[in-house]
């Protein structure tokens, strides 16, 4: 049974770090691409990063570059997403999904499972 689980979300102050991790079960992870996307307050689903199997390049959406980091762990079937000087804009609940490979699109149709989400709140 394939399974992707998040975790490592919280209440951070402004400019502060947080890791999450997605841990995946019931599949080689080696062989997929996986990417995070986040959904803030009201508002719809959007990519963050890809990190891809083949060659482990990554991807960042504009508004997170320089500040998120994407890394992938296949002894340990887990990707991590190291986010740093963190902003209120980044308030979101956090999900990683699974896809074949990183378009850089982010469309949520080339993932076929995903995480049920961890809470991400950057407030003072």
């Known amino acids: 049974q394939v399974q992707l689980v998040e975790s490592g979300g919280g209440l951070v102050q402004p400019g502060g770090s947080l890791r999450l991790s997605c841990a995946a079960s019931?599949?080689?992870?080696?062989?997929?691409?996986i990417g995070w996307f986040r959904q803030p307050p009201g508002r719809e689903r959007e990519g963050v990063s890809c990190?891809?199997?083949?060659?482990?390049?990554?991807h960042y959406t504009d508004s997170v570059k320089g500040r998120f980091t994407i890394s992938r762990d296949n002894a340990k079937n887990t990707v991590y997403l190291q986010m740093s000087s963190l902003k209120p804009e980044d308030t979101a609940v956090y999900y990683c999904?699974?896809?074949?490979?990183?378009?850089?699109?982010?469309?949520?149709?080339?993932?076929?499972?995903w995480g049920q989400g961890t809470q991400v709140t950057v407030s003072s």
């Open positions: 019931g599949f080689t992870l080696d062989y997929y691409a």
């Open positions: 990190i891809s199997s083949s060659d482990g390049s990554t």
């Open positions: 999904g699974r896809s074949l490979g990183c378009s850089g699109s982010y469309s949520a149709f080339e993932y076929d499972y």
